[in-house]
């Protein structure tokens, strides 16, 4: 790629790539923010013009507004915390040279590859049901109550869902992150004198720490616009609405497609501080 | 102190038996290393001696006590790993010091060690440096720093300068013979390069498939070879061989002669090989040339000295040192 013909020849087929990308972003982009801008009513006379910021603070001063962020928090970060354990644990059992590993592991991964409608539809009618559920049979089968999940602590249940779905994902990062531990330095650590607990802390757990962030970064973006799992369980009752649900019902069940847009705005702007926050600790960790 | 003594240690992997049961004393002070063609269990008898690999059947004791079921970390031996091992996330100081740490050490003791060691080995201008911006060299005298810290019985270097450029495994060499000298501590090294153990050692232990094939001196085991195996791999360019006719005169099935012990003659007559001269090394000061055609062997390697010119294609003419013609028998046992 040294000279100047070359270079304008990449660029030229680079260029249909490009436009597709830039298009795909900037025309949403774009039409959210015009959007934004304009008290817009589909079924209810339609545009009708500019409203300047009205938009903007009616969406932030309504009442669902902030209990929709702190649930967005909640499940996210509950998210990260049981797949991150769980998936380091995992993946160090994972390690340990065991009969049918392939098996073992293609079945420990199976769950990413289930639809998230389905799999939420599984839970809430296989395990969830507080009538017919499986849970409802264990809880019973010991004498207690059984636990109306999605009604008494519906948050909780969704993070259940979701980590059940993204456990899987993170196991299997930090199982190929495991892997590529040199096997000298622990046995180097070994020699050193570290017990198990001081070879995980020490050795282990910084090893794994890029692979750690990879994961929450990935996860993040991901979980920040999780939708069926809440629509197919609870339709945002119960407290679990997050800013993604509330922006759907703000457009299609209000059918105000200008507040929705406002809204749109909020979340892209959250997530780039979240983006933001998450590079420049993936950089620092990178660079490492 | 660091006396090692092996008794009939075997060690199998599931069927395969790699090292048959094995007799080994190894004395408090010496530098004893391991040599052997890869493959040969050189490796996994030094594992054995660290204590990362369980013994199948027999004993290890150290300064007599049985460690054949210590843990590694209790056995008071320290070990340098090929790769080096060090700990990429933490600088070299706290490389050095972590066993220190995990002993539970004072604080400031921790840091006179490291200073110590760290002054030893000229690594006191990079202790806050990660072990990814050190060199090859430095890495290596990372690694030996953080086995010199605990002061241990005995050192165990599983081929520590394989992975390092010829003229630094040149100076490493040295710099590990001058720490042996300095300490005074047992070591025990792993090497697969003749030369290494030549250099270094008090005491060879040739290994082939697990057996112990000799064991003595770099002399020893340069003048008397006990058997073919050792003739060849030891010295460099290897032993002559010769078979048949030759042999025979000499009352021997196999004789060896060491190519530093053939003399390049005038004129054919009485007891000289004759050959043609095929490839030539110049290394200055000698001149290793490889002879074909003598009806003895498909080549003689012969050392001349670094003036002696003969091109390729000559006819040359070799008279062998009568007095250090090694003889071994069918079996290739030397015959004395």
């Known amino acids: 790629m040294a000279t100047q013909h070359s270079r304008s020849a990449a660029r030229l087929m680079m260029a249909p790539a490009v436009v597709l990308l830039l298009g795909w972003m900037l025309v949403p982009l774009s039409m959210t923010l015009w959007f934004s801008f304009r008290k817009f009513l589909p079924l209810r006379g339609g545009d009708q013009g500019f409203v300047g910021f009205d938009n903007y603070v009616r969406f932030i001063s309504s009442s669902s507004f902030w209990p929709a962020v702190q649930t967005t928090l909640v499940i996210v970060l509950g998210v990260l915390i049981i797949t991150i354990v769980f998936g380091v644990l995992l993946a160090m059992l994972l390690d340990q040279p065991i009969w049918g590993q392939g098996i073992v592991r293609i079945l420990i991964i199976a769950p990413f590859f289930v639809m998230p409608t389905v799999s939420a539809l599984v839970w809430k009618n296989i395990f969830m049901d507080p009538v017919n559920g499986l849970l409802a049979h264990l809880w019973r089968a010991f004498g207690a109550d059984p636990v109306v999940w999605l009604t008494d602590v519906p948050v909780y249940s969704i993070v259940m869902i979701l980590s059940w779905q993204w456990l899987p994902f993170a196991t299997l990062i930090l199982l190929t992150a495991i892997q590529s531990l040199d096997g000298e330095q622990l046995e180097a650590s070994e020699m050193d004198g570290a017990g198990f607990l001081s070879r995980f802390i020490y050795i282990i757990l910084p090893h794994l720490s890029r692979a750690i962030t990879i994961v929450i970064l990935i996860q993040t973006i991901f979980l920040l616009s999780i939708f069926a799992e809440i629509f197919v369980t609870t339709g945002g009752a119960f407290g679990t609405r997050t800013l993604t649900y509330l922006i759907f019902q703000r457009v299609l069940e209000s059918q105000n497609v200008g507040l929705g847009s406002a809204g749109g705005v909020y979340a892209i702007i959250l997530a780039n501080i979240v983006a933001i926050f998450l590079m420049r600790i993936v950089g620092k960790n990178l660079d490492a | ?336």
């Open chain 2, 1 to 336: 102190m660091g006396r090692i003594v092996l008794e009939k240690v075997k060690k199998s992997f599931s069927e395969v038996t790699v090292i048959p049961p094995l007799d080994l004393e190894i004395e408090d002070g010496e530098f004893v290393v391991f040599v052997g063609p890869s493959g040969c269990g050189k490796s996994t008898l030094l594992r054995l001696i660290a204590g990362l690999e369980d013994v199948t059947d027999g004993t290890i004791r150290i300064d007599g006590n049985d460690a054949t079921s210590i843990p590694p970390a209790k056995r008071g031996l320290a070990m340098v790993f090929q790769s080096y091992a060090l700990y990429p996330h933490m600088s070299v100081r706290k490389n050095i010091a972590f066993p220190l740490k995990m002993a539970k050490m004072d604080q400031a003791e921790i840091n006179r060690r490291v200073e110590n060691a760290a002054s030893v080995l000229n690594l006191t201008d990079y202790l806050d440096r990660r072990p990814g911006q050190l060199s090859g060299g430095q890495r290596q005298r990372v690694a030996i720093g953080r086995a010199i810290v605990r002061e241990p019985a005995a050192f165990l270097f599983d081929e520590p300068l394989s992975n390092l450029d010829a003229a630094l495994r040149v100076g490493m060499r040295m710099e590990i013979s001058e720490l042996h000298k300095k300490l005074d501590t047992t070591m025990i090294y792993v090497t697969h390069d003749q030369v290494e153990a030549m250099t270094m050692a008090d005491k060879i232990v040739v290994l082939r498939a697990g057996n112990i094939e000799q064991v003595g001196s770099p002399l020893e085991l340069y003048r008397e070879p006990r058997n073919l195996f050792v003739a060849g791999f030891i010295g460099s360019p290897k032993m002559n061989l010769i078979e048949g006719a030759e042999a025979a005169k000499h009352g021997a099935h196999t004789i060896g002669i060491r190519p530093e012990h053939i003399d390049v003659v005038e004129a054919a007559g009485e007891g000289v090989w004759s050959g043609v001269v095929g490839v030539s090394e110049h290394l200055g000061s000698d001149t290793f040339f490889h002879i074909h055609e003598t009806g003895l062997a498909e080549t003689i390697t012969v050392r001349a000295d670094g003036e002696v010119s003969l091109k390729h294609g000559d006819t040359i003419h070799l008279k062998p040192r009568a007095d250090v013609i090694h003889r071994f028998d069918a079996e290739g046992l030397r015959q004395s």
